[in-house]
């Protein structure tokens, strides 16, 4: 009889499993315990994959026998199709191929711009490097988005989900960056650019009487050096007056290393905004969280190049919980400047990026001693704002919305010779606040979704000794604790077998 019932119990057992395979197969569940949600899909893609209304076909071109640390990223993206094919109702199917055992195929993805990685692995003790692919096709009717490299965590679904977007969308919106006042030109924002482009058509717009401003999303008026005539001030005027949105970066100083001066810069474009009741200052922030600058020394008859910190070039760390600037990290200005908001309460002000506790302007022109010995009495302002987020009656009309960043070149990669790469986080807060004045998707909290950095050099030093021995003595203290318990129980069992009425 109790053969019987072990029989049962394991035929229940056995059809439990099968019963959860099938279900784990047509619903996929997972819990997301991580602090910011990158494995739960935001509102903005459920909405884009939601509305496909003809089928989208990903094909993830991925190697079989991937190294154990990179299989991870197979798994997660295979994960993240699922609930994507999920939540269309069948209008996003997917495949994964293993494209290095066919000639024919590789050759066709390198001409789509697909290209394999070589990893560094250890096989049988040895270092051996291997081919690998990691990427991805989405395609739309006839077209077609390629992912030319998988990126962990949250990147995947701004991938894919942006890759989507920008296929089933037939007439993308329009950005106009305003040139003729000394701006610098598009193709000086090549990172800003290559972001942008995916959800927008973005374009050169130079002010006067025939061109049709109401055409753009949202204009962009970016770092002038020039004087603006009052007339195209009228223009931009009648654009926010019928609703229209502006993204503003101002220098209202600047900052020339081979000369160490400082001076102020004057457009007109800061009388523009005072009577919108927004100020920039003409000063200098300056930071004791900070960038470092080269400085050439001279020791004998040897020259040699040191890095020394610059104040100047502060590292903003400070961010408000707002679209814009959720789940930025780090911003590094090039000589900025506060803004302040007066204006009346028919406007929500918001700023959206501060100096650190240690921070301090300087007013221009001002001479720069790169040998300085800065204290903390040089610091005596803290948590400044330099950029902010308008919206309400910004016009006499309608409703409008306006960004404004104290300094005209933090996303500026320049050109030719003198072009950079900028710090992602520059780039991000420029994109998202063009997001947020011409796109409603939300796909702009996918952007910046996933801690990316967590440097030890920001956390304070107290705090620092204390997760440096609590990781070293909790492991200790958690296995005397238990030893304890353990004696204790040792000790009232051995108590117990010595009565005389003890039942093992």
């Known amino acids: 009889m109790k053969n019987k019932n072990y029989l049962i119990y394991i035929l229940l057992l056995v059809g439990i499993v099968i019963l959860l395979n099938i279900l784990s197969s ?107 692919y990691l990427s991805a096709v989405v395609q739309y009717a006839d077209k077609e988005e390629v992912l030319p490299l998988i990126l962990p965590g949250a990147a995947m679904e701004y991938d894919l989900s942006t890759a989507i977007k920008k296929l089933v969308v037939d007439d993308k919106p329009l950005i106009g960056f305003i040139q003729g006042h000394g701006e610098p030109s598009l193709n000086e924002f090549m990172q800003a650019l290559q972001s942008l482009q995916v959800l927008y058509n973005v374009e050169s717009v130079e002010l006067s009487d025939t061109v049709q401003l109401e055409k753009y999303e949202a204009l962009a008026l970016i770092a002038p050096t020039d004087s603006i005539p009052d007339e195209h001030f009228y223009y931009i005027d009648n654009f926010v007056n019928n609703g229209g949105n502006v993204f503003v970066a101002i220098n209202r100083v ?84 506060p803004v302040a908001f007066n204006g009346d309460t028919t406007v929500t002000a918001t700023p959206l990026a501060f100096t650190s506790k240690m921070s301090g302007t300087a007013a221009a022109p001002l001479y720069f001693n790169i040998q300085r010995q800065w204290t903390k009495n040089d610091f005596t302002r ?62 702009i909290a996918l952007r910046t979704k996933g801690i990316t950095n967590r440097p030890l050099e920001q956390i304070e030093d107290g705090k620092k000794n204390f997760l440096k021995y609590m990781n070293f003595l909790l492991p200790v203290l958690l296995i005397i604790i238990y030893g304890i318990i353990r004696d204790q129980r040792n000790r009232t069992l051995r108590y117990k077998r010595m009565q005389d009425n003890f039942v093992k």
Not at 49 to 70: C, H, M
Not at 255 to 283: F, H, P, R, Y
Not at 410 to 424: M, T
């Open 26 to 132: 047509r619903y996929f569940l997972r819990a997301d315990f991580t602090a910011d949600n990158r494995y739960t899909l935001s509102k903005a893609t459920k909405d884009i994959v939601r509305s496909i209304d003809e089928p989208v076909t990903v094909t993830a071109y991925f190697t079989n026998d991937l190294p154990p640390a990179v299989k991870q990223i197979r798994t997660e993206f295979k994960e993240l199709l699922i609930e994507y094919a999920n939540l269309s109702k069948g209008n996003l199917v997917y495949e994964f191929v293993s494209p290095n055992d066919d000639q024919q195929l590789e050759q066709e993805l390198a001409q789509k711009g697909i290209a394999p990685r070589m990893l560094n692995v250890r096989e049988k003790d040895q270092s051996v490097q291997k081919t690998v």
């Open 254 to 337: 600047e900052g020339d290393l081979n000369t160490s001066m400082g001076s102020e810069i004057t457009t007109g474009l800061e009388t523009w905004l005072a009577n919108k009741g927004i100020t920039v200052e003409n000063q200098f922030v300056i930071d004791n969280s900070c960038s470092n600058v080269s400085v050439v020394q001279q020791q004998g008859p040897f020259r040699f190049q040191t890095q020394v910190r610059f104040p100047y070039l502060p590292i903003i760390t400070g961010f408000a919980d707002h679209p814009i600037s959720k789940g930025l990290e780090s911003l590094v200005l090039m000589f900025g400047s």
């Open 382 to 443: 803290s948590e400044i704002p330099v950029a902010y987020a308008f919206e309400g009656k910004l016009g006499q009309n309608s409703n409008s919305r306006m960004v404004v960043v104290g300094d005209g070149n933090f996303a500026v990669n320049g050109s030719g010779q003198q072009a950079q790469q900028l710090n992602p986080d520059n780039v991000n807060l420029m994109v998202n606040a063009i997001d947020w004045l011409a796109d409603d998707t939300g796909l």
